[in-house]
Every structure is written in C-alpha cells, then in structure tokens.
C-alpha cells in the first residue's frame, strides 16, 4: 500500500523509568528562547562544545546498507556543519547561546564550555564578562595522542574546557569522580606494604605523616591526560567529525549534576553528553541545527524516555510502500519500499538501502509516539522489515529516518 504523507512536530519516545530527554532539531539560540518558559533557573549542569572557529567545514561518513554496517565503515560523505562564522558573528553567536545558559541554569549550576587554542582566549574573556571572574573554577586542559605530528610546530594535542559556576553556593561532586590511579604513585615517597597486602606510600611533612594507598581512589587534576580522544576504529565511533569520548563527558556529568537533574547540551552533534548523562541517571536537553544528528541519537539513546521537537519539515516525502496485518493484540508492520533518490548513494545500493532506521506509533496529541523501532547497528546490520506494535484505538503511523538524515512520516491504514 503507498502511504499518505504527514507533517509531524514532535516524536515522542517513551520508557519506563525515572530518566526523561528532550532534544530540539533547531539552531541553539531558538532552541534555547523555547526552553525558557519551562526550564529557566531548572538546569544544573550546562557542557557545550560549539564550533571552534576552525574555518573548516565537517562531515559525516555515514555507513548505508547492512555490508558497510558490518565492515562499520560508511561511504556517504554528508555534510554536517560548517565552522566558517568570522570572529566577529562567532562571539555574537556565543554571547547570546551563554546568556540564555546562564539563565537556565540553577543557582547551583555548573557549565563547561569545550574549545581550542584558536576560540580561548576570546571565550575566555566572554565567559568572565558574562559569568563573573571570580565564579571561573578551572581552566581544564585536555591532553589527547591522535593524528599526525606537525613538523612546521608543536603538534596541538589540546583542548581547553573552561568551568564556571554561576554563583556560590555550587554542587561540585569530586568524590563521584575519583578513580584507582594508573601509575603507582611517586615513589620519592617510602614504599610499605600493610598486613592485609596493600601497597601504601609516606612521606613526613611539617611535622606529620602523611599515608597514600596506591589502590586508593584519586582525584582528577585540571590537567586531563587518561582519557584519550576516540581512536580511527573505536567502536563508540558514529562518523560524526568532532565526537568527543563518552568518558570525558562521564566525568563531566557526574562531578557536576546528581541522578535525575538537568544536564543541556546545546550543541548536542553526535549526542555523547546526552548518552552520558542518560547512562548516569541525569534528565537531559539537548539542541543542534544538523539533522544527521537526529538519527544518531534514535541509536544513543534507545530504551530511553524522550521527545523530540522536529524543526522545518525535511522537504517533499519520497514515495512510501508498507502493508499492516492484524494479529492477535498487535498490528504487524511490513516496510516494502522507500523511493529516496540520495545524491552520492553507493553503486548497487538497493532502495531500502536509504533507509537507516524507522519506527511505527500513534499520532497523539502529545505528538508522534514511538512503539516499536529499528536501527541498523554492527549487531543489526540487515534491516529489520517488520515491526509489530500493540493494537490500540488511534492512528497508526510509521517514521522512516534515511540515510542524508531526514526524517518523514507516514499514515498507515490499519
Ligand atoms: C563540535 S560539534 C559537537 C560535537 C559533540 N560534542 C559530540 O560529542 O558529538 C558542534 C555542533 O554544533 C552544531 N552547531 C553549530 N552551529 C549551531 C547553531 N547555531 N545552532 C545549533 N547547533 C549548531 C553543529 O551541528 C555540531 O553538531
């Protein structure tokens, strides 16, 4: 059967548990105006890694049809965004995304801003102009070993993240942070070893005797060198240039929000701080203009409670083809065809090919939700044509994300 178009605004996809997401497909200032009314003063914890003004444009190399799935090496090079703001319109942009932050945030709020040796010095200036000197907490510096060595210079393996807090009375966690170092420590320290076998170290000071564990838990510094940035064939990997690791954004969220508050990532990109802070328990919001990102996070974030607020719809629908069989309680969901004509497609992919994942739901007035939902995966590659969902009252309707990541959506007739 070929199906009937529909403009949808909101996707809906609902779990249980306590944990709730919201992720807007929407530039960051007009995302952000939107979530005042609801979340202004409500938010703890704010990470944003926005362009770095790197003049450069960034792509994804998306992974179409179930072989490229299983080598988890895509093909299609998309275009995600491009770094290219002079600094004049870069620090406008900012200024207005840290205002809106700032009123966001709760008076115990946190937020860390993530950029290079190219943006500091000017974000450096802005941040204390709009959050106050004396409420900068550390200039964080992130060492990573990746790519090439540069001979005309010091090859630049850093990045700065800049941590404020919006006023006093913050709630910084250190101790959820803490880990067995990786190195024993110093050993300009005497080496003893206790009854029960533990190795410990001392050293006297000022009179006193001071003890160190070597398996005992230790703080991190503002210098971050155990956490290295994702390597070529990392299986956390998504194609996405400028995913940072899952582990630097654990330590963020975790040292700076508690279970079920607010963590917002408004240039959210592949969703790392969005799957972190679902993995700790923490609510999340994020916002970014790509629509590429939008698929990924239907894969970062499945099993999660979260809505989706859809911008401008992703143009004409491509042609549509599914057929639904009644079963016992639930409605069987056959996808057959997907017509997408996709400039760059790979040589020999075939039509379903285009498809990267889809979903069937209801239309309720809370928006499209989701009850069943495929995406193709290293463990998925195939696609998976048919998806059952339970037998409700309500009009049926199915999703299909593709490839160059737009999404449409489609009445189904029961
Ligand atoms: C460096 S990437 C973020 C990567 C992310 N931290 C991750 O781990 O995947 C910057 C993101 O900012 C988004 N972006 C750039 N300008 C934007 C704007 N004006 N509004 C919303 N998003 C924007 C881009 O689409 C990109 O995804």
């Known amino acids: 059967m070929a199906l009937r178009h529909a403009q949808i605004h909101t996707e809906c996809h609902p779990a249980s548990g306590g944990v709730k997401g919201l992720f807007r497909l929407d530039d960051a200032v007009s995302g952000l105006d939107a979530l005042l009314p609801e979340y202004e003063g409500r938010i703890k914890l704010?990470?944003?890694?926005?362009?770095?003004?790197?003049g450069d444009r960034f792509f994804m190399r998306v992974r179409v049809g179930a072989e490229q799935w299983r080598r988890g090496k895509g093909s299609l090079e998309i275009e995600t965004f491009r770094d290219r703001l002079d600094r004049q319109a870069y620090l406008a942009l900012l200024r207005s995304v840290l205002e809106r932050c700032r009123r966001l945030l709760s008076e115990d709020g946190m937020i860390f801003v993530h950029i290079d040796y190219r943006a500091h010095p000017h974000v450096r200036l802005l941040m204390d102009e709009l959050f106050?000197?004396?409420?900068?907490?550390?200039?964080?510096?992130?060492?990573?070993?990746?790519?090439?060595?540069?001979?005309?210079?010091?090859?630049r393996k850093h990045d700065v993240i800049l941590f404020y807090r919006k006023g006093p009375a913050y709630d910084f966690n250190i101790d959820a942070v803490k880990a067995a170092p990786s190195r024993p420590r110093s050993n300009h320290m005497r080496r003893h070893v206790d009854p029960d076998g533990r190795v410990y170290r001392s050293i006297r000071a000022n009179g006193r005797v001071y003890t160190y564990y070597d398996d005992e838990p230790v703080a991190p510094t503002d210098v971050w060198q155990d956490l290295n940035h994702l390597q070529q064939k990392?299986?956390?990997?998504?194609g996405y240039d400028a995913q940072k690791p899952l582990a630097l954004l654990d330590r963020i969220v975790r040292c700076a929000s508690r279970e079920g508050e607010w963590v917002l990532d408004p240039f959210a990109g592949s969703g790392t701080t969005l799957e972190a802070a679902a993995r700790a328990g923490r609510c999340f919001i994020g916002v970014d203009c790509c629509p590429l990102t939008l698929n990924l996070l239907r894969r970062r974030l499945a099993g999660s409670d979260y809505r989706v607020t859809l911008g401008a719809p992703a143009g004409d629908a491509p042609d549509c083809r599914a057929t639904v069989q009644p079963g016992v309680g639930f409605y069987h969901v056959q996808l057959e065809a997907f017509d997408a004509a996709i400039p760059g497609m790979p040589e020999g992919a075939g039509p379903l090919d285009a498809v990267d994942c889809w979903s069937v739901g209801y239309l309720r007035p809370e928006g499209y939700t989701v009850m069943a939902e495929f995406q193709r995966s290293k463990r998925a590659p195939e696609l998976q044509r048919e998806l059952a969902v339970p037998a409700y009252a309500g009009e049926l309707a199915l999703c299909v994300g593709d490839v160059s990541g737009r999404s449409f959506y489609y009445l189904l007739d029961k």
């Not at 704010?46 to 790197?54: A, E, G, N």
């Open 46 to 54: 704010v990470y944003m890694d926005p362009p770095f003004m790197t």
């Open 234 to 238: 990392d299986p956390e990997r998504t």
């Open 132 to 155: 106050g000197e004396d409420n900068l907490l550390n200039e964080i510096i992130w060492v990573y070993q990746s790519g090439g060595r540069s001979v005309h210079h010091f090859s």
